[in-house]
């Protein structure tokens, strides 16, 4: 039995600025187009995807250029960017989604002297990673903790942490360092907000490699 995994409870501790409210008030969206900031984040049906192109900041905010699945330019203000990236950092040329809060067009930002013809106020979100290299098991009463390694193709090779719920999976006893699994369905609990925590997902099921 290994040492329990340490999870971290929120994706926004330690973030670069306080939380998507101070943005939104900043922009002053209609109320009803502002969520507030909650630990667990759960993908939404209307994400967009895209790759980032380039990023500029100003205090409480960051402005990206994205290219969207469609082929089409867009700029984005998010309060946090860490959250667009599994591990914590978001890198040129990575691909995230993102969830649109509110729009603006001909917008004005003071701090870096420029307007933009359309922005959209969004909150980011990885895109999850679907198999993983297992370093460590711990079975629970009531959960299952499941350390693994992930490709990730901007920083190299990095730890996420699965949490699942079903200690009976016949499967369980078969884990063991090294041994290639794969999930089909994932819920982001937590991204990486520090350097060594753990990127934590929430999964229903999974199956080994057959080649193994």
């Known amino acids: 039995m290994f040492e329990p995994l340490f999870f971290p409870t929120s994706i926004f501790a330690e973030d670069e600025s306080d939380n998507v409210a101070t943005v939104a008030a900043q922009h002053n ?19 967009k995807e895209g790759k980032l192109l380039k990023i500029e900041a100003e205090p409480g905010a960051f402005y990206l250029t994205v290219v969207d699945s469609n082929g089409m330019k867009q700029t984005l203000r998010t309060a946090s960017i860490r959250q667009g990236s599994l591990f914590g950092k978001l890198e040129i040329n990575q691909s995230f989604r993102w969830r649109v809060l509110a729009e603006d067009t001909k917008y004005f930002s003071k701090p870096l002297n420029k307007s933009f013809d359309h922005i959209q106020l969004v909150v980011l979100e990885p895109i999850l990673p679907k198999s993983g290299v297992v370093q460590k098991v711990n079975v629970f009463a009531k959960e299952t903790e499941i350390l693994v390694k992930v490709d990730d193709t901007t920083s190299g ?34 991204t990486r907000s520090a350097p060594f925590r753990t990127a934590v997902l929430a999964i229903d099921a999974f199956t080994i490699n057959p080649n193994n």
Not at 157 to 184: P, R
């Open 29 to 47: 969206p209609k109320p009803s187009d502002v969520e507030a900031p909650v630990s667990l984040v759960i993908s939404s049906p209307d994400l």
């Open 157 to 190: 090779d990095t730890f996420a942490a699965l949490k699942l719920k079903d200690t009976k999976q016949e499967s369980i006893e078969k884990l063991s360092e090294g041994v290639m699994i794969h999930w089909n369905e994932a819920k982001l609990v937590s």
